[in-house]
């Protein structure tokens, strides 16, 4: 008897996965408004019946989408050592994997999806902002707490610091990805970039001289 829940919520688990995935297949290739509950369900291989029973909706199942990817993105990339002391290493490593990912085909298709639903549904926008941008931002300013605390980097606004840096590495990029404008760097325009955007912030919030 004790496997039997276990084994339901495991099968359940398997099922949202499943929806999940045909959801995001069918939203990238079609936007927002071009995709429908019939053809998400064609994609994952299910019923309409048991599309509904898990989403009652396109907007539930988008927001379930977007909150979910974008979480566990911002989970995987600011996975940052508190108490490494070379704070320009591991932003510098941040920052490459940070552009790496904002670059991805995939990830400025699915920004564009977002902007183009949140004018109707603000509430999408705002899931894919909380989920992944502050997420993201907050744990960097965690990060920055700690070494503004241990004297390697000038007292300052963390999360302020925080927000900045990010734009430095990946924000010019980004607008011009977003306009299908050229391709994403190389690795060494990303070298370059990043070390930069290291360069400027330690301008601002490196530790002050005596």
């Given at each position: 008897?004790?496997?039997g829940?276990?084994?339901?919520?495991?099968?359940?688990?398997?099922?949202?996965?499943?929806?999940?995935?045909?959801?995001?297949?069918?939203?990238?290739?079609?936007?927002?408004?071009?995709?429908?509950?019939?053809?998400?369900?064609?994609?994952?291989?299910?019923?309409?019946?048991?599309?509904?029973?898990?989403?009652?909706?396109?907007?539930?199942?988008?927001?379930?989408?977007?909150?979910?990817?974008?979480?566990?993105?911002?989970?995987?990339?600011?996975?940052?050592?508190?108490?490494?002391?070379?704070?320009p290493?591991?932003?510098r490593?941040?920052?490459?994997?940070?552009?790496?990912?904002?670059?991805?085909?995939?990830?400025?298709?699915?920004?564009?999806?977002?902007?183009?639903?949140?004018?109707?549904f603000?509430?999408l926008?705002?899931?894919?902002?909380?989920?992944?941008?502050?997420?993201g931002a907050?744990?960097?300013?965690?990060?920055?707490?700690?070494?503004?605390?241990?004297?390697?980097?000038?007292?300052?606004?963390?999360?302020?610091?925080?927000?900045?840096?990010?734009?430095?590495?990946?924000?010019?990029?980004?607008?011009?990805?977003?306009?299908?404008?050229?391709?994403?760097?190389?690795?060494?325009?990303?070298a370059?970039?990043?070390?930069?955007?290291?360069?400027?912030?330690?301008?601002?919030?490196?530790?002050?001289?005596?």
């Amino acid at each position: 008897m004790a496997d039997g829940p276990t084994t339901l919520d495991a099968a359940e688990s398997d099922k949202r996965r499943q929806i999940l995935d045909g959801a995001r297949e069918v939203f990238l290739a079609c936007g927002f408004d071009g995709a429908s509950m019939g053809s998400i369900a064609k994609a994952a291989g299910v019923s309409k019946g048991t599309l509904y029973v898990y989403f009652d909706s396109k907007e539930a199942l988008f927001e379930a989408l977007t909150v979910e990817e974008k979480r566990t993105l911002a989970e995987n990339l600011f996975r940052l050592d508190v108490d490494d002391p070379d704070v320009p290493a591991v932003l510098r490593r941040l920052g490459l994997s940070f552009l790496d990912e904002m670059c991805r085909s995939d990830h400025v298709a699915s920004i564009r999806t977002v902007i183009g639903a949140s004018e109707k549904f603000p509430r999408l926008g705002r899931a894919f902002y909380e989920a992944g941008p502050v997420q993201g931002a907050q744990r960097l300013r965690a990060y920055l707490d700690r070494q503004v605390a241990a004297g390697r980097l000038r007292p300052t606004d963390t999360a302020l610091a925080a927000r900045h840096f990010l734009d430095l590495c990946a924000a010019a990029t980004m607008r011009r990805l977003l306009f299908a404008v050229g391709d994403p760097p190389t690795p060494a325009e990303a070298a370059y970039l990043i070390g930069e955007a290291v360069r400027v912030f330690f301008a601002a919030y490196g530790p002050a001289q005596s």
